[in-house]
Nanobody
């Protein structure tokens, strides 16, 4: 199993940047594909980005492509999400998720989730 804890959320002005981190504990972090999702009030959980086991490949949702960057450090058991050019519609609870071996953009495919961190984009 993998336990996930997010950090780095907060209040940021439109156009600003924020970097989220997700620390993983448990065994064999490098065997898990990692992803970030978000959920805004009244909306379904939305896929944002995923990274393969060795950071060899990433996938992004169209809504964040070019603004968000996912990365992982297997030596530190962490995955990060760098968010630039933030917009008010990016306001949501952001969660990291882990899935054994293969990446996916479907939330149903991820077995392990963090508790989430709030990101609010407002002036």
């Amino acid at each position: 199993q993998v336990q996930l804890v997010e950090s780095g959320g907060g209040l940021v002005q439109p156009g600003g940047s924020l970097r989220l981190s997700c620390a993983a504990s448990g065994r064999a972090f490098s065997s898990y594909a990692m992803a970030w999702f978000r959920q805004a009030p009244g909306k379904e959980r939305e896929f944002l980005a995923a990274v393969t086991l060795s950071s060899g490949s990433t996938i992004y949702a169209d809504s964040v492509k070019g603004r968000f960057t996912i990365s992982r450090d297997n030596a530190k058991n962490t995955v990060s999400l760098q968010m630039n050019s933030l917009k008010p519609e990016d306001t949501a609870v952001y969660s990291c998720a882990a899935r054994y071996w293969v990446t996916s953009s479907s939330r149903a495919d991820y077995a392990y989730w963090g508790q989430g961190t709030q990101v609010t984009v407002s002036s």
